[in-house]
């Protein structure tokens, strides 16, 4: 029983470690990017249109009022952005 804890432990452990590792390999790369290529090669801008949920799951876009998110070109949130990754997924701003 003892070395199934121990095992437990080390995996946490080692799945930790592997997450601090990804953000702080995503940091410096975002800061790399940001040093070498300015703001255009670290960022990008994603439009989010606002939309409002209807009946039976659908949803009515408004097209004209896209408003631009700057988003980090990163795997994490980096620098107080999101990643663009997220913010395409999420285009759609429900206004209720």
Known sequence: MDLI??????????????????????????????????????YGAVVVMPAVALKGEKYEVYANNGTPVTCARALFPQLGDPPCWYVRRHQMDFLN
């Open 5 to 42: 804890k121990k095992a437990i432990v080390w995996g946490l452990a080692g799945l930790l470690g592997a997450v601090v590792l990804a953000y702080a390999g995503d940091a410096l790369l975002v800061r790399y990017r940001l040093a070498s290529g300015g703001p255009a090669k670290a």
